[in-house]
C-alpha cells in the first residue's frame, strides 16, 4: 500500500491520510501541492481487513472543488495509491462529462448541484471500472470510537463524487 490515501469524506470532501509514516511526508512525496489545503483534523477510520478495529490517522480534509485541478493532472502508474489513482480516474471522468455538458441541475431542500448524465455506453463502461476499481480505503467513513463502522458502497461513493 502506498503511503498517501484519498478517502471519501462526503458530501464534498475528500481526506488525505498516510497509511504509513507522517501525513506531511506523505503529502510532500505525492501530491505536495495539497499540503496547505483544507484543514488537518483527526479521524478514527474503520480498517480494512480488520473487522470492528479503528485506528485514528492524521488528515487533511480538503474540499473536492480545491482537489479538482490536481487529481485529473496525477499520474495513475504504480508511484500512486489505489485511492489516488481511482480518484483521478474519476475526476478526469467528471471533467470529461462537464465537458460534454452531459449534467443536469438537481435540487434538494437547501442546496443545488449538477448531476452526471451517463447517457452513452462508453461513460456507463468507465463509470463501471471506477467502481471496480475503487478500493475499500478510498470510501471508508470515519467513526465514531465504538460501534459499527459505515462503508460506502464503491457505486455510492462514485456517484457522490461525480
Do not use: C, N, Y
Amino acid at each position: 500500500m502506498q503511503s498517501l490515501q484519498a478517502t471519501w469524506m462526503g458530501p464534498s470532501s475528500i481526506a488525505l491520510w498516510s497509511a504509513s509514516g507522517s501525513l506531511a511526508d506523505a503529502l510532500a512525496e505525492d501530491l505536495p501541492e495539497a499540503a496547505s489545503l483544507g484543514q488537518v483534523t483527526e479521524l478514527s477510520l474503520a480498517v480494512p481487513g480488520e473487522p470492528l478495529k479503528r485506528r485514528k490517522v492524521a488528515a487533511r480534509q480538503v474540499a473536492v472543488a480545491d482537489l479538482l485541478p490536481l487529481l485529473p493532472a496525477l499520474a495513475t502508474d504504480d508511484g500512486l495509491s489505489d485511492t489516488l489513482r481511482v480518484w483521478s480516474m474519476a475526476a478526469r471522468l467528471g471533467l470529461e462529462l462537464a465537458a460534454r455538458q452531459a449534467v443536469v441541475p438537481t435540487a434538494t431542500p437547501g442546496e443545488a448541484h449538477w448531476r452526471v448524465v451517463l447517457s452513452h455506453p462508453a461513460d456507463r463502461r468507465r463509470f463501471s471500472e471506477v467502481v471496480a476499481a475503487l478500493p475499500l480505503a478510498a470510501r471508508l467513513i470515519p467513526t465514531r470510537e465504538r460501534g459499527t463502522a459505515r462503508v460506502l458502497t464503491a457505486d455510492m461513493a462514485v456517484h457522490a463524487f461525480l
